[in-house]
């Protein structure tokens, strides 16, 4: 190839490479196009409650499509109002979280278990209660299931997603390439021209690259490895590798949640959490591997105090798993501006369940504490000033 041709072909390279890298979605033709490569929030799942492969090890059987990680006849439906509860639902069109109005049926299920392992947890569904060891152990199972089918699907989706961006965005470098050359040029008989391919990782594919393996560590460090021991476990009838604490509050806690979270004690800790109200009371259900049992029940303290309580629970709701539901009134006394900025702060990711929440949302159960503090003859000064912080923060309508 001669000189000057050669030329022409390195400036139309140089300039294609000049105009991606001062704005990469130039290779986009409109807005429509440029979202189906939108790599900023990958909690968008369309597909991945369609069924799968039963997740129990070495069964091939398919998943049916809906399998419950949280009770449907009992928490779901203690908290279902005209027979529909409320969940935190990322709207991947606006990228932001919404408040998302879903039927008991649908509420909380997944693409978990054959019809064979799906009875696994007939006893205490049928029941509606947990009253043994084996049931709390079986409910932190299909809790830790969840998260692992719904983290492998959020990989795979990324992984593929990577694919078609690369084979889209060579193609679109190459057309920009050829937009660039003269027609005196395109017509040389010995040029040849074939796909452009971009070496260097633009901030999308960096991105989704470091959440694919951000997921991939979180299966292999804790997801894989805690369904391991609870199976240990429950195998054995004896808590060995897993360590928990299980709660009673002589209450109905306006919230089911189901999922993981992290806190820090020295260093990273990943538990799974259960919170499930029943008609006239909560179980709570707070777990890890074994190796993490004293900062487990460090993390646990602030669970004695009934009102330290309800702030932990919704620690966990914003800082851990956007898994929960909510009884539809509860939310609805809070003002409008407050739970945007409630569902503004489920996306943020810079904070983990040992951070403080500085918004209310058990607004009626609080306020119960509040009463009967007031009823008391007298109370710690640093409960007093609790409540006085608790009450600033309300935010009812």
């Known amino acids: 190839m001669d000189k000057k041709l050669l030329d022409k072909i390195n400036a139309a390279v140089d300039k294609a490479l000049e105009d991606f890298q001062s704005n990469p979605d130039f290779i986009f033709e409109n807005e429509l196009e440029r979202l189906k490569y939108q790599y900023s929030e990958p909690k968008e799942l369309k597909n991945w409650k369609k069924n799968q492969k039963c997740i129990v090890i070495r069964c091939e059987k398919k998943s049916i499509e809906k399998s419950h990680t949280i009770q449907k006849s009992g928490s779901i439906k203690e908290l279902a109002e005209n027979n529909h509860i409320l969940t935190p639902n990322f709207n991947g069109k606006t990228g932001e979280m919404e408040m998302l109005s879903v039927g008991v049926n649908e509420a ?21 209660d947990y ?13 830790v299931c969840r998260e692992i089918v719904i983290n492998e699907y959020q990989k795979k989706s990324l992984e593929n997603i990577q694919k078609r961006y690369i084979e889209f965005r060579d193609k ?43 997921i991939d560590s979180n299966l292999k460090d804790f997801l894989y490895p805690y369904r391991d021991a609870v199976l240990n476990d429950l195998k054995k009838r004896k808590f060995q590798k897993i360590a928990y604490v299980a709660m009673t509050f002589n209450q109905q806690i306006p919230v089911a949640l189901a999922g993981k979270a992290n806190f820090y004690y020295k260093k990273n800790v990943d538990i799974i959490m259960n919170i499930l109200p029943r008609t006239d009371n909560t179980y709570l259900f707070f777990s890890t591997l074994e190796k993490h049992t004293n900062a487990l029940k460090l993390f646990m303290r602030q669970f004695e105090n009934p009102l330290l309580m309800m702030n932990a629970i919704e620690n966990c709701m914003i ?4 898994h929960w539901f909510i009884k539809p009134s509860v939310w609805n006394k809070i003002d409008q501006d407050s739970r945007q900025r409630i569902l503004d702060s489920i996306n943020d990711d810079k904070y983990n369940i040992a951070n403080k929440f500085g918004m209310t949302i058990l607004n009626d159960l609080k306020q119960k504490y509040f009463d009967l503090a007031d009823k008391a003859v007298s109370i710690p000064n640093d409960v007093a000033e609790l409540i006085i912080a608790e009450k600033e923060k309300s935010t009812l309508k």
Do not use: W
């Open 172 to 214: 679109m470098m190459t057309d920009a390439i050829i937009a660039n050359l003269d027609e005196e040029t395109l017509n040389t008989p010995t040029l040849e021209l074939k796909n452009f391919k971009v070496k260097s990782n633009d901030r999308r594919l960096k991105y989704t690259k470091r959440q694919v393996k951000l």
């Open 319 to 322: 800082h851990g798993s956007d």
């Open 131 to 143: 009253k043994t060891g084996e049931h709390m152990g079986l409910q932190l199972y299909r809790t």
């Open 108 to 128: 909380s299920t997944f693409p978990g278990y054959c019809l064979e392992h799906e009875s696994l947890f007939s006893e205490f569904e049928n029941q509606k």
